[in-house]
Every structure is written in structure tokens, then in C-alpha cells.
């Protein structure tokens, strides 16, 4: 059985976890248990993360405490003490921020993370001014650098070389984590991460009084999510999918062309996760059933021969005139840049999240280098001191 003729045999409703779902298991999934546990393991120290590589190294325990964290981050920051505090936390580190790959919003809200917590930083953003113009292979480039700072996040547009760096780093005597801000088509775990924060931010402002630092639940039960545009290209809907099917009751839609539909590896692991699913080839009659829509633009960069320009991509553009059919509390996320695909008389809308979805990113990204440097116990312990009450 090929992978198209297990995929030709499933419905395009609702999709359940069958025989369908073990067929394409043993197609793409062929490392064993001990294998993925080998794997994960190599990117952890002492049953914590260490190396932040893949978006399926966080648990819903991990996820949950890395949001309370950003929120606890936020509040601290939102005084000049509290400023003043955080900015010793990390004052004896250094980050190289390693972006060889085109990046605004990520670049920026890790420097914005950095500074957050004291940590300085320096970046490496064009290869042509370093000394791999003289032969320098980029392995021993990432080997030098690693002798300077006390981590690396980098944006890299091979898929899987974040992860091919974390084995590098574990296999020398000064081993520091890497942090992956985006690598090829594959992986953007720290992207997931602030998206995912967001949606626990709207699922759960109007659902609880219980303040997101002390929450504790799921809130995506019962919860539509919709994810729309060019799918098979854009990595933020691959990470966050893999977060997402860490919680039962949450539903996803995928409407995309069908030409940049959803790749089956990520079926393959929403299925064999449990986690019911459609797919979509037009997005305006599916409007009034979502709780959120990630709207995600063209991935033309990634053409071999301008194949893009073929493509009916209007379809699937969010506009002014359909919101009139949104749910009210309907949360609206792009990973941004935008083009045609989200009106900007959206904007102005109480769904639009996507400018706070940017502001999150600097919280979640400074949590998490609290995190991997040990130091979120001590704000935990500060905001609990001086801001709970």
C-alpha cells in the first residue's frame, strides 16, 4: 500500500484513528519507541529540555508552565521594579543569535527576550562576512560560537539542522542548548509555542476567573481550530498542530488548496493521537464553526519552477465581508508577514489577536530562556512574593 492510496481511502470528514491510521504509521513512522526515546532524551538534561529542537518535546505539563511563566513575565515586567528585577536574572549569559535565513518578528523577539532578562546577545546574519568565505564548514563555525556564548538560537533554512547542531554540541566538552527559531519547511517550535499561548490567553479570558498563572486544564476542549492557507509549506502550522494534539476535544480543519494541503506525516500524527480533523477546500461556508482561524500566507519561496502562480490562493484570503458569520469570541492569529490574505479592515476587530499574538512572543521566548537557564523558580517564587494577590 502506497501513501496515497491509504490517504485516497479516508473520508474528508471527521477523521478517527483505524486501520488507516496504522497503515501510514508504518510507512512514516518506522523508528521504534526506544529509538524516539533516544532521540528526545539527547535533546534533555536531567528530565528537562534542554536543547529546544521540536515542538513534540512539549507535554502538556511543560506547555501549561511555560504559559503561566509568560504570563508571570508580563505582570513582573509591567512594573519599573519588576523590570529592574528580571534584568538580573540573566546578566551573566550570552546569546548568539545565529540567522542565516531571512527573519524580522523572531529575530526581534528574541533580542526583546534577551534584554528582557540582562542576557547579551550578538547575532550572525550573513554567512559572506564570516569565515566560511575562507572554508570554514558551518558545523565548525557552529563549533567556534559555541565557545563564545552560552547558547544559540538559530534560523536555518535546511530542515533538521537545529537538530543536527544539538548533536554537535552534545559531542564537545563545552555543550551549551540550542534553540531552533525556524528551520526550512519542518520545524518552528518556539513559533508554536507563543501561538500556542494566545489561544490559551482568548480560550480562557472569557471561560474562567482563574488567572491564566494558576490555570490548570485544557482549555482547547470543544474548541474548532482552523488552519488555512499554504499547509504543506508553512512550518508554524506543522509545530503547532504537533501542540495542539496534546489535548483531547480539540478539533482541527485544514483548508488549503489542494495542491498545499496538510502534508500525511502530520495526519499520521493527529490521528494516531486521536484528535478529530477535516479537510477543507474552501474556507468561507466554515467561518461560523471556528473558535480560532490561523491564517497563514503563499510560501512562494519555496517554488522550483514559480508553481505558486497557478494556484487560486483568493479562495482562502480572510476578508472584512465574512465577519459578519464570526463566532464573537472568534480569535484570529497569523504568523505574519501578511499579503492579501488577511484584510486589514480586519484589524480593528476585537477577533484580530495577531499584534498581541507578536507581543506574546517576546513573553514565551523570554520564559523559555528562563527556563533552560533554571532561573524560572526564581520569578515563579518573585511574582508569588509580590504579585499574587
Not at 518535546?57 to 508552565?65: K, L
Not at 512594573?79 to 526581534?108: E, K, V
Request: aromatic share 10%.
Amino acid at each position: 500500500m502506497t501513501i496515497q492510496s491509504a490517504l485516497s481511502g479516508r473520508s474528508k470528514r471527521w477523521g478517527h484513528p483505524g486501520a488507516f491510521m496504522q497503515a501510514v504509521t508504518n510507512m512514516l513512522d518506522p523508528a521504534t519507541d526506544a529509538e524516539k526515546a533516544a532521540r528526545f532524551a539527547s535533546l534533555s538534561r536531567d528530565d528537562r529540555i534542554f536543547h529546544v529542537v521540536l515542538a513534540q518535546q512539549f507535554d502538556t505539563q511543560s506547555i501549561e508552565e511555560l504559559c503561566q511563566l509568560s504570563e508571570m513575565i508580563r505582570k513582573i515586567a509591567s512594573h519599573r521594579q519588576g523590570n529592574l528585577f528580571l534584568q538580573t536574572l540573566l546578566s551573566d549569559r550570552r546569546a548568539m543569535l545565529y540567522f542565516i535565513q531571512p527573519s524580522t518578528r523572531t529575530f526581534m523577539s528574541f533580542t526583546a527576550a534577551s534584554q528582557i532578562l540582562g542576557m547579551g546577545y550578538n547575532s550572525v546574519r550573513d554567512p559572506s562576512t564570516s569565515s566560511e568565505t575562507k572554508g570554514e564548514t558551518e558545523d565548525d563555525t557552529i563549533r567556534v560560537l559555541s565557545q563564545y556564548f552560552d547558547v544559540i538560537i538559530m534560523r536555518h533554512p535546511v530542515e533538521g539542522f537545529a537538530e543536527h547542531v544539538a548533536d554537535i554540541l552534545n559531542g564537545i566538552p563545552r555543550t551549551i542548548p540550542v534553540v531552533n527559531g525556524g528551520s526550512g519547511k519542518d520545524q518552528h517550535p518556539t513559533q508554536a509555542l507563543l501561538d500556542i499561548y494566545t489561544l490559551f490567553k482568548c480560550f480562557t479570558e472569557h471561560n474562567t476567573d482563574t488567572p491564566l498563572t494558576e490555570y490548570s486544564g485544557n482549555p482547547f476542549a470543544g474548541k474548532t481550530v482552523g488552519f488555512v492557507g499554504d499547509l504543506k509549506r508553512g512550518r508554524t502550522v506543522r509545530s503547532l498542530t504537533y501542540l495542539l494534539c496534546r489535548y483531547p476535544g480539540v478539533r482541527l480543519m485544514f483548508m488549503s488548496p489542494p495542491e498545499l494541503q496538510i502534508g500525511p506525516d502530520i495526519l499520521e500524527y493527529v490521528q494516531r493521537n486521536g484528535i478529530e480533523y477535516e479537510i477543507c477546500d474552501e474556507l468561507e461556508s466554515h467561518i461560523g464553526e471556528l473558535d480560532a482561524i490561523y491564517v497563514t500566507r503563499l510560501q512562494d519561496e519555496h517554488d522550483v519552477n514559480g508553481e505558486s502562480k497557478s494556484i487560486d490562493y483568493y479562495k482562502f484570503a480572510l476578508t472584512h465581508e465574512m465577519a459578519g458569520r464570526f463566532k464573537a469570541d472568534l480569535a484570529i492569529l497569523h504568523p505574519l508577514p501578511r499579503r492579501h490574505e488577511l484584510d486589514p479592515r480586519l484589524d480593528a476587530l476585537p477577533q484580530a489577536k495577531y499584534w498581541g499574538q507578536v507581543r506574546n512572543g517576546m513573553w514565551m521566548r523570554s520564559a523559555l530562556m528562563a527556563y533552560i537557564f533554571r532561573v524560572d523558580g526564581t520569578i515563579r517564587d518573585h511574582y508569588r512574593n509580590y504579585y499574587a494577590f
